[in-house]
Nanobody
Framework: QVQLVESGGGLVQAGGSLRLSCAAS????????MGWFRQAPGKEREFVAS????????YYADSVKGRFTISRDNAKNTVYLQMNSLKPEDTAVYYC???????????????????WGQGTQVTVSS
């Protein structure tokens, strides 16, 4: 079992920055692909970014490419999402997700993940 706790959300003006953190407890953090998804009111949950275990390859949604950066610290069992140049359309609940142990996937689909955090609200004002 893996438990995920997100933090770092909040209210920020357009153009500002936030860094989200996701602390994981449980086994084999370093052997799991980790991802961030988001869900805005009235919309479906969508992929934001992922970081694969092993080679650390990263993947981004086109809407955040060049503005967001995902990273991980396996020693701290934590994954981060640095969000710069935030826009009002980035407003959503952001969820951290952990994939199946040793499953080497890009992590761009929700069905590639077994564990989810409770989410953290990000609100970007115009």
């Amino acid at each position: 079992q893996v438990q995920l706790v997100e933090s770092g959300g909040g209210l920020v003006q357009a153009g500002g920055s936030l860094r989200l953190s996701c602390a994981a407890s449980g086994r084999a953090f370093g052997s799991r692909t980790m991802g961030w998804f988001r869900q805005a009111p009235g919309k479906e949950r969508e992929f934001v970014a992922s970081i694969r275990w092993g080679d650390g390859s990263t993947y981004y949604a086109d809407s955040v490419k060049g503005r967001f950066t995902i990273s991980r610290d396996n020693a701290k069992n934590t994954v981060y999402l640095q969000m710069n140049s935030l826009k009002p359309e980035d407003t959503a609940v952001y969820y951290c997700a952990a994939g199946k142990e040793f499953l080497l996937v890009r992590g761009t689909r929700a069905d590639e993940y077994n564990y989810w955090g409770q989410g953290t609200q990000v609100t970007v004002s115009s």
